[in-house]
């Protein structure tokens, strides 16, 4: 017992129950009677709170002062300890380290290590492992360290260490190393204790001493985490590294092309085997599609990810920051010990704490300091009086009887000199003037003793300014240890503020959801019946039945839809008019209705969107009376509005039995209210009149060039606001063009794509091409695209396919450069202004010649000249130019062909 339980109080305790006990083994196993049995738990809980503050205090919890561990602060004054200026085997600084750290050397070796991995204050030398990837230490006798030149500038002084002896008072440690620095900040600190934790981030070395500075000059200052692994963090939340906060991180991933995409960063405490695990598992789960994925990793991470075909890499991205590791929420906690307690503080209050400690241990070590030359002044000053007086040839001196005798004689000679010592000449004082030997008193010199004395109180003195500095002297260390060493360690971690990243919106539509009217069947396991759209297995559908009830679900392989809470009621089938893949949020789709109000009321017509339900609650787009039934039913993905025919029932009474009436004269209101009245006779039918335009506005459109396809997600280029009648212009490298809609459906070439945008009839366009026709020769032409079918492909090179297109381009006055080919290429290049070069004509025209010569190169240059902000919106500037048919402006005709080609002769000399 006495080994189990080294408090010797509590073995008192233990005893004094198990003697006032009445169990016995033997009665009880007969059930001869009952047992008294004393209860444990004030014992159990007086062990508990021991081995908790234990945990806590000694293990898991760093310490403010120094902010180490008491195994990494032993670890580090063992280092010291054996500091020659070189390396020493690990092995044996753990084996040295146990003289202080009272457990074994696995938890030495493995502090140790992860201490040395971050690069600040040891010195490493062999395989010390790898945060990127994982890998483990080598084996302590074979891997080496020593301190860092700064672990060895910041964290000792044995004169302001204050000590206490070790677990077995054979040794001396101390009780927090002096250290002049925020390291608790600059390490960071992670540790599981009984009943708290501790996680502090590391942060930037630099950006703490320029925040101390900021500090001790009463400024405004704020650090953020920095991480080994680099990547990317959002610390909007970060809350100044109190509990509560949260940060996110992310990896840094680039494409290297639209069919690869590379990790080329890590978020913070990810290697790259687990981070590629969670992509695996990802893409098992059909969350993301990928070829393969391959890992690259040196001294940097280098994941590649090969993308399955038709996939976009812009959406893949986001899908892995929203379903693998790629993005990690980092949830901090500054839990520190202070003053024998745990303490939750903020990363600004352990900052400023540190810097007040660097400035107290500054003081105290010039305090030190100046002690030491005020000592080295008093012996000195007697030093130089015993001789220069020439006490020692005293005849009392020389005749003493004794050593007392020697020394009061001393101390009565030194008494007319004593009002100008520091302090009181004392008993060792005098012993050491009886210490000097003959040789130095031989070769004393009263000016180098005196020159001694002045410089002695110069420094004195300018420790004295110092002391009553210290504010500029604490800033002058930060600054030092700034220029020193801060080059070292630059920022790794991009600080950027993250987009939340919707994962209906990046998940992989890897399944096809299907429909079973007949029998009321949802699923994508239905793949023999009626196919609704594309879906992945984390999305939901919403459905509208014709008694104008409606709900959201999720995907699933088979699931019965065939009901609603008013078919039961009812005793009748459901039937389903509209289903599809329901995106939260989504303002643009609009569902444009007309439903009669209950069996034998009035007819409404509303419009309204649905941005957000609950799972399986039956909603009611009617007022919900008996016998309500939806008659038409339209969903616009883009809030469009169309005309509908509605034709009554026959009555003699009715001047005419059909009307219209057009949805864009709705406003888009809430999915509850009731809506417009459309007619209070019956109605035979509605039917759809004519399509619509959308009544919100134009829409954004981006294009994503990895899978030719437009989009509204944001992913790719962006090519404008389009409103209904805009179009899309597609410029190919061959010369062709078209223009389409704007519908996500559309597919464009693969390959060949030279210009995907809004398309504007106004836009002036410059080609430079070689014309075929004309003996290859070098032209230009001025031109506007038109409106043209995407089936019916126009060409503005001409109709000879081997007309070849050098240069393209938009810019209003385009300027080209012209490089001659062999043999011609002793020729200066040329310069063409193609604003004044030629006039803008239909893209059917054949331009105008530039050269004959053979042409190795054209390049663009930059504009010289650019036209005013507001040009498109002024009135022509001269009367002479007219407008088209077509609204394009034509050129003003302002000089003739042959005009301009004269000016150029004697410019270019090559016509």
Same mark, same amino acid.
């Given at each position: 017992?006495?080994?189990?339980?080294?408090?010797?109080?509590?073995?008192?305790?233990?005893?004094?129950?198990?003697?006032?006990?009445?169990?016995?083994?033997?009665?009880?196993?007969?059930?001869?009677?009952?047992?008294?049995?004393?209860?444990?738990?004030?014992?159990?809980?007086?062990?508990?709170?021991?081995?908790?503050?234990?945990?806590?205090?000694?293990?898991?919890?760093?310490?403010?002062?120094?902010?180490?561990?008491?195994?990494?602060?032993?670890?580090?004054?063992?280092?010291?300890?054996?500091?020659?200026?070189?390396?020493?085997?690990?092995?044996?600084?753990?084996?040295?380290?146990?003289?202080?750290?009272?457990?074994?050397?696995?938890?030495?070796?493995?502090?140790?290590?992860?201490?040395?991995?971050?690069?600040?204050?040891?010195?490493?030398?062999?395989?010390?492992?790898?945060?990127?990837?994982?890998?483990?230490?080598?084996?302590?006798?074979?891997?080496?360290?020593?301190?860092?030149?700064?672990?060895?500038?910041?964290?000792?002084?044995?004169?302001?260490?204050?000590?206490?002896?070790?677990?077995?008072?054979?040794?001396?440690?101390?009780?927090?190393?002096?250290?002049?620095?925020?390291?608790?900040?600059?390490?960071?600190?992670?540790?599981?204790?009984?009943?708290?934790?501790?996680?502090?981030?590391?942060?930037?070395?630099?950006?703490?001493?320029?925040?101390?500075?900021?500090?001790?000059?009463?400024?405004?200052?704020?650090?953020?985490?920095?991480?080994?692994?680099?990547?990317?963090?959002?610390?909007?939340?970060?809350?100044?590294?109190?509990?509560?906060?949260?940060?996110?991180?992310?990896?840094?991933?680039?494409?290297?092309?639209?069919?690869?995409?590379?990790?080329?960063?890590?978020?913070?405490?990810?290697?790259?085997?687990?981070?590629?695990?969670?992509?695996?598992?990802?893409?098992?789960?059909?969350?993301?599609?990928?070829?393969?994925?391959?890992?690259?990793?040196?001294?940097?991470?280098?994941?590649?990810?090969?993308?399955?075909?038709?996939?976009?890499?812009?959406?893949?991205?986001?899908?892995?920051?929203?379903?693998?590791?790629?993005?990690?929420?980092?949830?901090?906690?500054?839990?520190?010990?202070?003053?024998?307690?745990?303490?939750?503080?903020?990363?600004?209050?352990?900052?400023?704490?540190?810097?007040?400690?660097?400035?107290?241990?500054?003081?105290?070590?010039?305090?030190?300091?100046?002690?030491?030359?005020?000592?080295?002044?008093?012996?000195?000053?007697?030093?130089?009086?015993?001789?220069?007086?020439?006490?020692? %040839?005293? !005849? +009392?001196? $020389?005749?003493? =009887?004794?050593?007392? @005798?020697?020394?009061?004689? /001393?101390?009565?000679? #030194?008494?007319?000199?004593?009002?100008?010592?520091?302090?009181?000449?004392?008993?060792?004082?005098?012993?050491?003037?009886?210490?000097?030997?003959?040789?130095?008193?031989?070769?004393?010199? %009263?000016? !180098? +003793?005196? $020159?001694?004395? =002045?410089?002695?109180? @110069?420094?004195?003195?300018? /420790?004295?300014?110092? #002391?009553?500095?210290?504010?500029?002297?604490?800033?002058?260390?930060?600054?030092?240890?700034?220029?020193?060493?801060?080059?070292?360690?630059?920022?790794?971690?991009?600080?950027?503020?993250?987009?939340?990243?919707?994962?209906?919106?990046?998940?992989?539509?890897?399944?096809?959801?299907?429909?079973?009217?007949?029998?009321?069947?949802?699923?994508?396991?239905?793949?023999?019946?009626?196919?609704?759209?594309?879906?992945?297995?984390?999305?939901?559908?919403?459905?509208?039945?014709?008694?104008?009830?409606?709900?959201?679900?999720?995907?699933?392989?088979?699931?019965?839809?065939?009901?609603?809470?008013?078919?039961?009621?009812?005793?009748?089938?459901?039937?389903?008019?509209?289903?599809?893949?329901?995106?939260?949020?989504?303002?643009?789709?609009?569902?444009?209705?007309?439903?009669?109000?209950?069996?034998?009321?009035?007819?409404?017509?509303?419009?309204?969107?649905?941005?957000?339900?609950?799972?399986?609650?039956?909603?009611?787009?009617?007022?919900?009376?008996?016998?309500?039934?939806?008659?038409?039913?339209?969903?616009?993905?883009?809030?469009?509005?169309?005309?509908?025919?509605?034709?009554?029932?026959?009555?003699?009474?009715?001047?005419?039995?059909?009307?219209?009436?057009?949805?864009?004269?709705?406003?888009?209101?809430?999915?509850?209210?009731?809506?417009?009245?459309?007619?209070?006779?019956?109605?035979?039918?509605?039917?759809?009149?004519?399509?619509?335009?959308?009544?919100?506005?134009?829409?954004?459109?981006?294009?994503?060039?990895?899978?030719?396809?437009?989009?509204?997600?944001?992913?790719?280029?962006?090519?404008?606001?389009?409103?209904?009648?805009?179009?899309?212009?597609?410029?190919?490298?061959?010369?062709?063009?078209?223009?389409?809609?704007?519908?996500?459906?559309?597919?464009?070439?693969?390959?060949?794509?030279?210009?995907?945008?809004?398309?504007?009839?106004?836009?002036?366009?410059?080609?430079?091409?070689?014309?075929?026709?004309?003996?290859?020769?070098?032209?230009?032409?001025?031109?506007?695209?038109?409106?043209?079918?995407?089936?019916?492909?126009?060409?503005?090179?001409?109709?000879?396919?081997?007309?070849?297109?050098?240069?393209?381009?938009?810019?209003?006055?385009?300027?080209?450069?012209?490089?001659?080919?062999?043999?011609?290429?002793?020729?200066?290049?040329?310069?063409?202004?193609?604003?004044?070069?030629?006039?803008?004509?239909?893209?059917?025209?054949?331009?105008?010649?530039?050269?004959?010569?053979?042409?190795?190169?054209?390049?663009?240059?930059?504009?010289?000249?650019?036209?005013?902000?507001?040009?498109?919106?002024?009135?022509?500037?001269?009367?002479?130019?007219?407008?088209?048919?077509?609204?394009?402006?034509?050129?003003?005709?302002?000089?003739?062909?042959?005009?301009?080609?004269?000016?150029?002769?004697?410019?270019?000399?090559?016509?």
């Amino acid at each position: 017992m006495s080994e189990d339980f080294k408090d010797t109080e509590a073995q008192d305790e233990v005893s004094e129950v198990l003697e006032h006990s009445t169990y016995d083994p033997k009665t009880e196993d007969r059930g001869e009677g009952p047992i008294s049995v004393h209860p444990l738990t004030g014992m159990y809980e007086k062990w508990f709170l021991d081995y908790a503050s234990y945990v806590i205090l000694e293990r898991a919890v760093p310490h403010l002062g120094d902010g180490l561990k008491p195994v990494q602060r032993r670890i580090l004054h063992t280092m010291k300890r054996m500091d020659d200026g070189r390396y020493n085997k690990v092995a044996n600084i753990a084996g040295e380290t146990m003289k202080f750290h009272p457990h074994g050397d696995a938890s030495i070796v493995d502090a140790l290590t992860q201490m040395g991995r971050q690069n600040l204050l040891i010195d490493c030398q062999g395989s010390w492992g790898n945060i990127l990837t994982g890998d483990e230490a080598a084996a302590p006798r074979y891997i080496e360290g020593r301190l860092t030149k700064f672990a060895l500038d910041v964290l000792f002084n044995p004169k302001t260490t204050e000590w206490k002896l070790s677990y077995d008072g054979r040794n001396k440690e101390p009780v927090a190393l002096p250290v002049k620095f925020p390291l608790l900040l600059a390490q960071g600190a992670e540790g599981i204790a009984v009943g708290l934790s501790a996680k502090i981030l590391p942060h930037n070395f630099g950006e703490l001493c320029q925040a101390a500075i900021h500090y001790l000059r009463g400024e405004a200052f704020q650090v953020y985490p920095d991480f080994q692994t680099g990547g990317l963090i959002d610390v909007l939340k970060y809350n100044d590294g109190l509990r509560g906060g949260s940060v996110k991180v992310r990896a840094r991933i680039e494409k290297r092309d639209s069919k690869t995409i590379a990790i080329t960063e890590l978020p913070y405490g990810k290697t790259v085997d687990t981070l590629s695990e969670s992509i695996k598992k990802a893409a098992e789960k059909g969350r993301i599609k990928i070829r393969k994925i391959e890992d690259f990793t040196s001294e940097k991470v280098e994941i590649l990810i090969h993308l399955a075909p038709g996939v976009s890499s812009d959406k893949t991205i986001d899908a892995l920051y929203a379903f693998t590791d790629c993005e990690v929420s980092i949830s901090p906690n500054c839990c520190i010990i202070d003053d024998d307690k745990p303490r939750f503080v903020t990363v600004s209050e352990v900052l400023k704490s540190n810097v007040e400690s660097t400035k107290e241990l500054l003081r105290r070590e010039l305090e030190i300091r100046r002690g030491e030359l005020l000592e080295s002044m008093m012996f000195a000053s007697l030093e130089r009086i015993f001789i220069d007086e020439r006490i020692y %040839k005293d !005849k +009392a001196y $020389e005749n003493a =009887a004794d050593l007392e @005798a020697a020394l009061s004689h /001393i101390d009565t000679r #030194l008494e007319p000199f004593k009002k100008d010592f520091v302090r009181e000449v004392t008993r060792d004082d005098l012993l050491r003037l009886l210490e000097i030997k003959m040789a130095r008193i031989l070769k004393f010199n %009263k000016a !180098k +003793a005196d $020159e001694l004395i =002045a410089r002695i109180k @110069a420094e004195i003195a300018e /420790i004295e300014h110092d #002391l009553a500095h210290m504010t500029d002297v604490t800033i002058r260390w930060f600054q030092y240890i700034f220029d020193h060493y801060a080059a070292d360690h630059p920022r790794l971690t991009e600080m950027r503020s993250f987009d939340t990243i919707e994962a209906a919106k990046v998940v992989e539509a890897n399944e096809k959801l299907y429909i079973n009217r007949a029998d009321g069947f949802m699923g994508t396991s239905l793949k023999k019946d009626e196919f609704i759209d594309n879906c992945s297995n984390i999305d939901n559908v919403i459905i509208f039945y014709r008694d104008g009830t409606y709900k959201v679900t999720r995907v699933a392989e088979k699931v019965y839809i065939g009901e609603t809470e008013r078919s039961k009621a009812e005793k009748r089938k459901a039937e389903v008019v509209h289903i599809a893949v329901f995106k939260k949020n989504d303002q643009r789709t609009i569902y444009n209705v007309a439903y009669r109000d209950g069996k034998e009321g009035a007819f409404y017509i509303k419009r309204f969107n649905v941005t957000n339900l609950s799972h399986e609650r039956e909603y009611d787009l009617t007022t919900g009376n008996p016998g309500s039934k939806i008659y038409y039913f339209s969903a616009n993905p883009n809030g469009e509005a169309e005309t509908i025919k509605v034709t009554l029932k026959p009555n003699p009474k009715l001047r005419r039995i059909f009307f219209e009436k057009s949805f864009s004269e709705l406003a888009v209101k809430g999915r509850s209210t009731k809506g417009n009245l459309l007619t209070r006779l019956d109605v035979h039918r509605i039917t759809l009149k004519a399509h619509g335009g959308s009544t919100l506005g134009g829409r954004k459109v981006w294009f994503d060039h990895d899978v030719q396809r437009i989009n509204f997600d944001e992913r790719g280029a962006y090519l404008g606001e389009f409103h209904s009648d805009d179009q899309v212009l597609v410029v190919l490298d061959n010369g062709d063009f078209y223009t389409t809609s704007f519908d996500p459906n559309n597919h464009y070439e693969a390959t060949g794509l030279l210009r995907v945008e809004k398309f504007s009839e106004e836009k002036v366009w410059t080609a430079v091409l070689i014309d075929a026709d004309n003996d290859n020769y070098l032209y230009i032409k001025r031109f506007n695209f038109e409106r043209t079918a995407q089936t019916r492909h126009l060409n503005f090179l001409g109709d000879n396919p081997n007309c070849r297109l050098m240069a393209l381009t938009d810019q209003a006055y385009p300027r080209f450069r012209v490089e001659f080919a062999a043999p011609d290429d002793f020729r200066e290049p040329i310069e063409v202004d193609a604003e004044e070069f030629i006039a803008v004509k239909g893209f059917k025209a054949k331009g105008k010649r530039v050269t004959t010569f053979g042409i190795a190169k054209v390049e663009e240059l930059e504009p010289t000249r650019h036209p005013e902000p507001d040009a498109e919106a002024e009135e022509p500037e001269s009367a002479d130019e007219t407008v088209d048919n077509n609204e394009n402006v034509v050129a003003p005709p302002r000089q003739t062909s042959d005009d301009i080609m004269d000016d150029l002769t004697g410019q270019f000399k090559l016509f």
